[in-house]
Structure formats: C-alpha cells, structure tokens
C-alpha cells in the first residue's frame, strides 16, 4: 500500500462514508473522503434527522389541542414557519460541525468537491489526482422526478426542507415513507394537504393492517387520500398549481411535491470507465462484502439499492473496514432489521410481514389488537393504536412485530433485539409487561386472529 497516496478513497461523506472512513482509520489506515455538497449526507441535511424536526413540530398542533383534556388553557397559537426552518438550520449546520470534528480527530483528510474515479486505484477532485489501494462509493441517492408535462413545477423533500413560506394547499405525489411523513408534516403544520398514489394502498412492502390502518387515521385528520390515481400534467396559473388526474379529475394546490422514489447517486463518477457493473437503475452492483466488479472498488449505502436505510449504510460501512484494514471480513446481515416511518400516527416494524410470513413458513399465528391510548381517554381524540404479530406455528418463534401508534420506533428498536435472539411468543407471554403503557400489549396478546379462509 505504500505506493499509493492513501490506502482508502471514501467518495461521499454520508453516515455510511464516514464511517467506513473512521473505523478504517482507527484500523491504522490512511484514509481520504471527498465530499461535494455537505458533510453527513441524505440523513443529517435533507432526511432524517430534519424530517424528525419537522415532524416533532407538527405534532404540536394535536398536543395544544388534547391538553384541554388535562385541565390547561392553551391560548391563541399560531406556527412560525420561518422561524421552525431557521432553527432546524442552526441544528444541521451544528451536526455538519461535528462530522467534520469526527473525521478531523480521526485522521481522515477532508477533500471537498466532486470526485471521479480514473482508474481502478485513481480518483480526481477539483483537477487533483489522488491513489489509493481501495476505492470507496458511499454516494447515496437523489429524489427522482417522473417525466411529465409540467414536472418542472414540483419540488421534491430536498427543496420541502428550505421553502421560504408554509405553502396553505400541498398535494404530496407518492405512497412511499417519504411522501406519508411529508403529508403528516404539513397537515400538522396547519396546510391542507392531498396525497395521490397510483396503488390500491400507500407503503407497498409493509403489512396490510399497518397500511389499512395508518390509512384510516390520516383520513381521521383530514387529509384527502387519493388511491389507484395519477399525476398526468401539472399546470402553474394565478391561483398556484393544477394538477390533473387519471380520469381527468383535477386538483388545485399551491405547491406540489413529488415523493415517487430516489435514484442511486452514481452519475458522473467514471464508473463506466473502469468497469463497474451498475444495474438499469444506475446502482452499483456488489456481493455479500460490498465489493464490485473490480476488486479494489467497493460500494455501500443508498447507491447500490439494496435496503435503503441509514442504519443500514452505517453497518455496510463498519463491515468494509473490517474487512479491508482489520483482518475480520464481516458482511452484513438484512434479517431483523427495524424501521419506522415517521408518520402521523408513527409506524414501527420488524421481520416478515404476514404475507411474507405464509409464503415462507405456511401455517402462522397472527395475534393483533387494536385499542384507544390511555392518554386519550380523557382528549376524546379519536386515535387508536394497532399491534400486530406474527408467530410462526411450527416453531412458536417471532417472525415479526408491527405497530402503528404513538412512538411506535421506540418500541419497536426494543422487540428487533428479541427477534434477532430468535425469541418466541411463549417468552413474549411469559415477560412481564409495565403498566400502564401501550408497549406492554406486546406481551400481553392471548387472542390468536382465526386462520383466513
């Protein structure tokens, strides 16, 4: 490795780039990450954590209203837009700090700019050419627009995050996370707001009580739900946006925000030069150890579309230096891994769904409840809560835990350590729960839902 400049080349500084680039540096490695926007990527800049700032935000406008419940007067009240985005600012500009700290004390050299790889050992940034034994791709993905007239007039979560105004009517285009989060944000925030998704239901992958019920809920609120319906032009006129519908339905906003999916970050990195295999969506193609093609090109993260969660990117990064500097090859498993989706009502979920449950194992035990949050016995808030498992019959063993309710991935972090240790429903039943909480429904489930015919 002497003869290169570093021994590794991280291009793209997200949470899976800078840790790779951290843990191969305390391996004794010298390494180098260059970055052409911010530092921390995707997830501290223009995802989760101002996503979760904002949605703490809109939640307010629920928690005002059920204090009354409790006995507090709550005056006029009012949401300072400008004001939310200048602080949720100060926060990231903080957090870009302390990444730049962490590289820094790391030893790792800070390049800023675009970089291009040359060479299966050579990268360029800003006209510099730079070596390495091994080459890193951590560059993440991009919100994608479709190809429609009048596309141009549509933002995407990227821009949602500095609008200059709260927009009063926002239709929000797609039924993934990103658009449920979204719609939520701005319903609480005081928009009215309609969501268009071309399928049956929003949130494809994820089990069908969790989506049947986060449904009902955000119809509850009031925001408009338009399933089997899409976007086929969008017009700009006086009165703000026209979007018309399959049908030739029209609905009328003031600003529309496309959430139909994100894209691998691969374009204009050289990949084609030195023969690194992408699929037809542009993602770098790797095995079980995250490398590509060519030996000394590895990839993680966003970009090579395989599950696409920062957590994830975060142990795909720690798995290469492992690999590369530590004399410990590691790849990472995708069994278990939790996720939640920070709607209103929040979604937190674990292992198979029960669809996918029945295709692989069979015969399963469902057991599920549904029932209203102590807290809003005295709010008369009508929200309910669902959880959900789902057992395997032969085994007894946990295949899979699904909620929708209040704080649902805080819950739910704790039941992936019990799925990951292969726990059962007997030790579900057998661990004593802590009352009163919504959480200890999870271990308090007796009632098997009958088999479907």
């Known amino acids: 490795m002497a003869g290169y400049d570093y021994d590794l080349f991280t291009i793209g500084a997200g949470s899976g780039g800078v840790r790779a680039s951290r843990v191969s540096a305390s391996c004794g490695a010298r390494v180098a990450i260059a970055e052409e926007r911010y530092l921390g990527g995707t997830c501290v800049n223009v995802g989760c954590i101002p996503k979760k700032l904002l949605v703490y935000a809109a939640h307010f406008s629920e928690d005002f209203e059920d204090a009354a419940g409790f006995g507090w007067g709550v005056g006029a009240r009012s949401v300072d837009w400008s004001g939310l985005i200048a602080n949720k600012n100060g926060e990231i500009e903080r ?104 399928g049956r239901l929003f949130l494809r992958g994820f089990d069908d009580d969790v989506r049947e019920t986060l449904a009902a809920e955000m119809a509850k609120k009031g925001i408009d739900l338009r399933f089997n319906a899409e976007v086929k032009k969008i017009e700009k006129f006086t009165g703000g946006i026209r979007v018309t519908l399959t049908g030739g339905l029209t609905v009328e906003a003031d600003q529309i925000m496309f959430a139909t999916g994100r894209r691998p970050n691969t374009r204009g990195l050289g990949l084609e030069k030195v023969g690194v295999e992408v699929d037809q969506k542009g993602a770098v193609v790797v095995d079980d150890y995250s490398r590509s093609i060519v030996p000394s090109i590895y990839a993680i993260g966003d970009c090579t579309d395989r599950l696409k969660l920062t957590p ?142």
């Open 312 to 453: 994830v990117a975060i142990a795909e990064g720690r798995a290469v230096a492992e690999t590369l500097f530590n004399k410990n090859p590691m790849k990472p498993s995708y069994a278990n891994v939790p996720s939640a989706v920070f709607s209103l009502p929040n979604v937190g979920t674990v292992g198979l769904t029960e669809t996918e449950a029945r295709q692989r194992y069979g015969e399963v035990d469902v057991y599920k409840t549904t029932f209203r949050p102590l807290k809003h016995t005295l709010t008369g808030r009508d929200e309910m809560t669902m959880m959900k498992l789902v057992v395997d019959r032969a085994t007894d063993r946990v295949l899979g835990c699904h909620m929708v309710g209040h704080e649902a991935g805080e819950i739910i972090q704790g039941l992936a350590v019990a799925l990951t240790c292969g726990a059962t429903k007997a030790q579900f039943d057998s661990t004593i729960g802590i009352h009163p909480t919504a959480a200890e429904e999870f271990v308090t489930m007796r009632s098997r839902v009958p088999d479907p015919a």
């Open 95 to 198: 957090l870009n700090g302390v990444y730049q700290r962490l590289l820094a004390d790391a030893g790792v050299a800070i390049l800023y700019g675009h970089a291009e790889i040359l060479d299966p050992h050579t990268v360029v940034v800003g006209g510099e050419r730079h070596t390495a034994e091994y080459i890193l791709i951590a560059t993440g993905s991009w919100p994608s627009v479709p190809e429609i007239p009048g596309a141009e007039h549509a933002i995407t979560s990227n821009e949602a995050f500095f609008l200059p105004a709260l927009p009063p009517r926002v239709i929000i285009v797609g039924g993934g996370y990103v658009g449920v989060e979204f719609a939520g944000i701005f319903h609480g925030l005081g928009a009215r707001v309609t969501e268009i998704h071309r």
